[in-house]
């Protein structure tokens, strides 16, 4: 299966057979204070650094969410947009909880966006789901619905199958086109969280074949050694299926053990990204 | 399935529902010219560093191998066994291609020892599983036949179970005193060597259900920052099933990875024995 993504000059393809998605999630003012206040000024100067960072760092397309409480919300998305399109030539992810804040930035984008993100609730897939497919945007869909955030991977199974048949059927939106987040939650809430993620996306593989997404270092939230975690946990859900995930590009060990993944799942022929990216490191260090 | 090992003191059970089985595999001459000399002079003071080292970086079985050419194997296996036995209580991992070595090496060691390895060659499991079953050892075998080490997975599954059926029925093996190991091929070689090994793994794990272990740095031989290749390629085939491999434990990355995979595969509770490692390497830190 294969989600296509693109800017106005560039495709990315998120796929089994593709080299693993990295979505940069850096471009989000939540927990910046700073980066809050500058874009309640007005000011979206740190936005270009950001960008900078996520693509030297391996992102393959830049999540951009302006979430700011007492701000036009819409406004401020679609003008990030139309600055991080000036930028790069990566494909976006709009990211918002504000259908209007959505609408204005699929409006701005050049290209095939990704949409991050819809829940299984009926009004909510209503408001979205229409926009996503005016916008040919791809979606991405959390399992979870009005009444639970379910811990029991069957269930968010039950959730993602009930979410592919309403918009395929309901809203025509292309199976290709939607990409499932199938929830990670700390590890040190609960033992068996990652376990069970690892479990749902397997199932969803299996039983639906959809694309998959991840928050993935939520799964090592409240932990020590954060990034080591992730680095381990990324290239197991890899394994199960996950096709790409939003993660801050800047932390080198977690890109570079996404990488080595690829090359163990047969995604790098004859290890030619590795090496090249090992010998660009050699290279940095002899600088 | 358990596949308990002893000292005579100590005992580690190998298990899909316990941490990471890591038999340290230093103890080896193989490639290690001035350990080779001191073994041929009847010298085994180094054999007595290995041990705290592999020990020190959390091996909980030891593989000792004294395979040095133009010297009586036997006589030095045994004595090597006697040896490392005093120096710690870790169950041992016995290891030779020659028959004599394994009886000599069995018959110094106190309590159950785990053999390393038998093939799927009628001629082979004749010498060796008797052997095996004499002393209630438990046993790796290795899914290769006279004719060939099979690429495709499917095939070395069949040879597992042929090699099960032979082991079980005809020497009285337990099931679970069956350790498989499944073959990790260099990457370098073929870009799918590592995929398929993981096929196997979970292939072993759904159809046979016995434990499993891999010498699992062949992966990444000939590559670039093979402990980092190491560290991804591990956790993922813990998620397909690995409950152990023979593997270097003075590489702490390798390691790290293996005790962050036993926290996200819920075998860590609570994530205690990660945070205390973390406080432990901070401690260290701060000497």
Known sequence: MH???SSASKQVIIGDDQPFCIIGERINPT????FQEQLRAGDLSAVETDVAAQVAGGAMVLDVNMGVPLTDEAELLAKAVKLVQSLTDMPLCIDSSVVEALEAGLG???GKALVNSVTVEDDRMELILPLVKRHNAAIIALPNDETEIPIDPVRRVELVKKFVDIATSKYSIPLEDIVIDPLAMPIGADS????????????IR???????TLGASNVSFGMPDRHTL??????????????????????PQVVTAVKGADLMLGHDEWGAAWIQQHRAKEAAKNV
């Open 31 to 34: 927990g910046r204070k700073t």
């Open 230 to 251: 992730n680095a381990v946990f990324i290239p197991m859900a890899m394994r199960a299926g996950l096709t790409s995930a939003i993660m801050d590009a800047r932390t």
């Open 108 to 110: 701005a984008y050049e």
């Open 192 to 203: 068996l969280h990652a376990d069970r993620t690892m479990e749902a996306i397997s199932m």
């Open 206 to 212: 299996d039983q639906v074949g959809v694309n998959m």
């Open 3 to 5: 989600t296509v993504l």
